[in-house]
């Protein structure tokens, strides 16, 4: 009964697709591309066997590569198909993975796409990364023998309430899943209240995301573009964040410090430029690849796929979508560049990993955008400070690595 609402609802919002996919092409041109693909309609299927990863937008599709290579190794036989739900998401996929891998978009939850998408994949295994859940993805998958796995799930408390207003949906999808692993043993706790019958933890598999040897030496390059200065890097940055440094940065100039930001979704990187601009400051653009002028007091880091680099490059990272509510973005990666890590007080999306990288000595917790400047200073400063944050960092990442090969196994069993 649950569902049958749920997919009426799906119905009454069907004539509003367009829509919004038009409203959301202002801004990612990308959305009008491959619509098809949203209602289960695609190119030729594939002739091989395949194992079929969702990975929704680009933390899960980063999280899901090294899972990729270690699928790809186990069973070279077969193909990996990669969907997700956003441009930025496929776009991440084709520059970590290139043509390793098919990829495609999820459909909608609507019953008949997904029995298209089913048809033409015809996967061994599906596995969801994170935590989507698709009440007709799983009852469909259930239906034509397809196990569909949740694996690397995460569930924070806020997201745990909004799935409690639908118990008997959100129990059904739970209980129609082949199997679960979660990060952590509160991930697993929070599944179980909702309504899964077994979880197990296997860690988060973003540990296991290693520094590429090309994106360091990137950063290095990118370092001597922009000279001896301290680099203070504002990294992942969500809407409303870059205003309030800005306007700290303004208030308590510091000095000749270069503030780098990299705003999370490339839709906004002209944006976040205007915004610098407007704020008084002396803009560059990463994407001139030009040697940062030494006037220059903002750089925005308006470039995909180099993160790592921006890491490689700075002398203190503030890891964005902490600042205000979003629940923060990736630390992990940060801490395994041997960084020193600012979080603010929103890491919902990353608890566990936050808590522990403050433990161990690898993070420090800010409140306001002007804690987060006092905070970077007085680590610039102090260059012994920042070495040992930066080798905590990197034992805590290398402390927490392993999940792949335990989610390699869990998959392995599904498909036995």
């Given at each position: 009964?649950?569902?049958?609402f749920?997919?009426?609802?799906?119905?009454?919002?069907?004539?509003?697709?367009?829509l919004?996919?038009?409203?959301?092409?202002?801004?990612?041109?990308?959305?009008?591309r491959?619509?098809?693909?949203?209602?289960?309609?695609?190119?030729?299927?594939?002739?091989?066997?395949?194992?079929?990863?969702?990975?929704?937008?680009?933390?899960?599709t980063?999280?899901?590569?090294?899972?990729?290579?270690?699928?790809?190794?186990?069973?070279?036989?077969?193909?990996?198909?990669?969907?997700?739900?956003?441009?930025?998401?496929?776009?991440?996929?084709?520059?970590?993975?290139?043509?390793?891998?098919?990829?495609?978009?999820?459909?909608?939850?609507?019953?008949?796409?997904?029995?298209?998408?089913?048809?033409?994949?015809?996967?061994?295994?599906?596995?969801?990364?994170?935590?989507?859940?698709?009440?007709?993805?799983?009852?469909?998958?259930?239906?034509?023998?397809?196990?569909?796995?949740?694996?690397?799930?995460?569930?924070?408390?806020?997201?745990?309430?909004?799935?409690?207003?639908?118990?008997?949906?959100?129990?059904?999808a739970?209980?129609?899943?082949?199997?679960?692993?979660?990060?952590?043993?509160?991930?697993?706790?929070?599944?179980r209240?909702?309504?899964?019958?077994?979880?197990?933890?296997?860690?988060?598999?973003?540990?296991d995301?290693?520094?590429?040897?090309?994106?360091?030496?990137?950063?290095?390059?990118?370092r001597?573009?922009?000279?001896?200065?301290?680099v203070?890097?504002?990294?992942?940055?969500?809407?409303?964040?870059?205003?309030?440094l800005?306007?700290?940065?303004?208030q308590?100039?510091?000095?000749?410090?270069?503030?780098?930001?990299?705003?999370r979704?490339?839709q906004?990187?002209?944006?976040?430029?205007?915004?610098?601009?407007r704020?008084?400051?002396?803009?560059?653009?990463?994407?001139?690849?030009?040697?940062?002028?030494?006037?220059?007091?903002?750089?925005?880091?308006?470039?995909?796929?180099?993160?790592?680099?921006?890491?490689?490059?700075?002398?203190?990272?503030?890891?964005?979508?902490?600042?205000?509510?979003?629940g923060?973005q990736?630390?992990?990666?940060?801490?395994?560049?041997?960084?020193p890590v600012?979080?603010?007080?929103?890491?919902?999306?990353?608890s566990?990993?936050?808590?522990?990288?403050?433990?161990?000595?690898?993070?420090?917790?800010?409140?306001?955008?002007?804690?987060?400047?006092?905070?970077?200073?007085?680590?610039?400063?102090?260059?012994?400070?920042?070495?040992?944050?930066?080798?905590?960092?990197?034992?805590?990442?290398?402390?927490?690595?392993?999940?792949?090969?335990?989610?390699?196994?869990?998959?392995?069993?599904?498909?036995?």
């Amino acid at each position: 009964m649950a569902r049958l609402f749920y997919n009426l609802a799906l119905l009454l919002l069907l004539p509003y697709v367009g829509l919004h996919l038009f409203l959301r092409s202002r801004r990612q041109p990308e959305y009008l591309r491959h619509v098809g693909e949203r209602f289960g309609r695609y190119a030729a299927a594939p002739q091989q066997p395949l194992i079929w990863l969702h990975a929704v937008s680009v933390g899960e599709t980063r999280a899901a590569s090294p899972l990729v290579a270690a699928l790809k190794a186990r069973y070279p036989q077969h193909a990996i198909l990669l969907t997700h739900m956003t441009p930025t998401g496929r776009r991440t996929s084709a520059e970590l993975l290139g043509d390793g891998v098919l990829r495609a978009y999820l459909p909608y939850d609507y019953p008949l796409a997904v029995r298209r998408f089913l048809r033409h994949f015809r996967p061994a295994v599906g596995v969801i990364m994170e935590t989507e859940l698709w009440p007709n993805l799983v009852a469909v998958c259930k239906a034509q023998g397809v196990p569909l796995l949740l694996t690397n799930a995460r569930l924070s408390e806020k997201s745990a309430r909004r799935y409690a207003r639908f118990p008997n949906l959100t129990r059904g999808a739970l209980q129609g899943l082949a199997a679960l692993a979660a990060q952590t043993g509160q991930d697993a706790d929070r599944l179980r209240a909702l309504g899964a019958p077994q979880v197990e933890v296997l860690g988060n598999v973003k540990f296991d995301t290693l520094p590429p040897p090309e994106q360091l030496a990137l950063g290095e390059a990118l370092r001597r573009k922009i000279g001896p200065r301290p680099v203070l890097l504002a990294a992942s940055t969500r809407e409303g964040e870059e205003a309030l440094l800005f306007a700290a940065r303004a208030q308590h100039p510091p000095g000749e410090t270069l503030l780098v930001v990299v705003p999370r979704h490339p839709q906004r990187f002209e944006e976040v430029a205007a915004l610098a601009a407007r704020a008084g400051f002396a803009v560059q653009r990463r994407s001139e690849d030009a040697p940062v002028a030494a006037r220059t007091q903002v750089l925005i880091g308006d470039s995909m796929g180099e993160l790592f680099a921006y890491y490689a490059a700075c002398d203190v990272a503030f890891v964005g979508g902490s600042l205000l509510d979003y629940g923060s973005q990736n630390l992990i990666e940060a801490c395994a560049v041997g960084r020193p890590v600012l979080i603010g007080p929103s890491t919902y999306n990353f608890s566990h990993a936050a808590e522990q990288a403050l433990e161990c000595g690898a993070a420090k917790r800010i409140g306001t955008a002007e804690e987060l400047l006092e905070a970077a200073q007085a680590l610039l400063r102090d260059e012994a400070a920042r070495r040992r944050m930066g080798e905590a960092g990197r034992e805590f990442a290398a402390r927490h690595r392993g999940a792949t090969a335990k989610t390699v196994e869990f998959i392995s069993r599904a498909m036995r």
